[in-house]
């Protein structure tokens, strides 16, 4: 069943790390919440079947109004067919995170709230700019918990500068402390563009060692491993019956829409991406037309892109699948690449599926390269 997505790329400030499309504007939220809607209607059509997953990421929609959110959810279920047991997700900042706004999530039909607590150190928060502290977390979380949501992920950032193993483990602790279902864990990235990179490129900061950084993915496989949490994804651990079904999707080939500025739709054959621009984005919108770009797959792109997405996986690549879908070329040109891996320990080949062993994950982007083919 296909999976929805909804861009939100309102926040209230920009964090110093972040790549992802979003705006400050917030005099144009109300627009654009017209627009989403507006949106649905003239791609009714894109996907068919019942949505089996929802997912408000950002940006920062907890930001929307009680309104905006009742207007979007109103109009969601309208002009979609969802699941009854579809999981909806909303990404939250913690300090967005009031006993009012949990009543308001609650009284919708959302079931999993994904947080970005990034770090439990308020010196680190302050230097990425994020707005709430690390006192706002358990608060949330506790908050939450009240209004009865039990479905919830936080996300951390480990590779700060001059961050040791000490501090990274006290926060993996205090993660694990929570309780919460589902944890995200990824290295900081320096992106280009971002006030990070330039810091970086001026000197003033320096990216964590290779080493250090390989220690600290360990640390953290360890430690979550022992606390309970399925390592079932590179970067995604959670508890038994609690896997993120919605970036699932991502990852087993199965089609979705996007919806908003900068969203990406993606129905098996081709991929499509929405202008990444809230104005521009609005303004087609509004023009009856959806600004935006468009590339068709051929069979090798296919095939790369189920060998990158697959392998991120616990269960890895279904080598029967494979040849179903691209045939027994690419099957064996598959299996003829992955020989030295085996051979080094760094991948497992079982009758069915090729996976990544637990070194194979630190060498993953090399492995998948290998296994690509290259027009």
Request: some cysteine; overall charge negative; hydrophobic content about 35%.
């Amino acid at each position: 069943m296909p999976a929805l997505y909804i861009h939100i790329p309102f926040c209230k400030s920009r964090c110093i790390y972040c790549g992802f499309y979003s705006t400050t504007r917030e005099e144009l939220r109300s627009r654009y919440v017209d627009a989403l809607c507006r949106e649905m209607e003239l791609r009714r059509g894109y996907v068919s079947g019942d949505i089996n997953t929802v997912y408000l990421g950002g940006g920062t929609p907890s930001q929307l109004s009680a309104d905006e959110l009742q207007r979007l959810f109103s109009y969601i279920y309208k002009v979609y067919s969802v699941d009854p047991g579809a999981e909806v997700t909303i990404e939250c900042n913690p300090d967005d995170i009031t006993p009012s706004y949990a009543s308001l999530l609650q009284s919708l039909p959302v079931n999993r709230v994904s947080m970005g607590a990034q770090t439990f150190s308020d010196e680190r928060l302050r230097f990425l700019h994020r707005r709430h502290n690390a006192q706002e977390v358990s608060r949330a979380v506790e908050i939450l918990r009240k209004a009865g949501i039990g479905n919830i992920s936080v996300d951390l950032m480990f590779g700060f500068p001059d961050e040791t193993l000490s501090m990274w483990q006290s926060d993996i602790d205090s993660a694990v402390a929570l309780g919460v279902e589902h944890i995200s864990a990824y290295s900081l990235m320096y992106e280009e563009g971002t006030p990070l990179y330039k810091m970086l490129e001026s000197g003033r900061v320096k990216e964590t060692e290779e080493e250090q950084s390989l220690a600290m993915y360990n640390e953290l496989i360890d430690r979550l491993s022992a606390a309970g949490y399925e390592h079932y994804e590179i970067s995604n651990f959670a508890k038994p019956g609690y896997r993120s079904r919605h970036n699932s999707s991502y990852w087993r080939h199965v089609p979705y829409i996007g919806l908003g500025a900068a969203a990406h739709s993606y129905d098996l054959t081709s991929r499509q991406w929405n202008v990444a621009d809230v104005k521009a984005y609005i303004d087609s919108i509004c023009s009856g037309t959806v600004n935006a770009e468009r590339e068709e797959l051929d069979m090798n792109t296919r095939y790369n892109d189920t060998v990158m997405t697959s392998l991120r996986t616990a269960e890895g690549i279904s080598l029967d699948e494979l040849e179903s879908m691209f045939g027994s070329d690419c099957l064996n040109y598959c299996l003829a690449q992955s020989r030295r891996y085996i051979a080094d320990g760094l991948l497992e080949n079982s009758p069915h599926t090729l996976r990544l062993t637990r070194r194979g994950l630190f060498v993953s982007d090399m492995i998948m390269s290998d296994l690509m083919i290259v027009d």
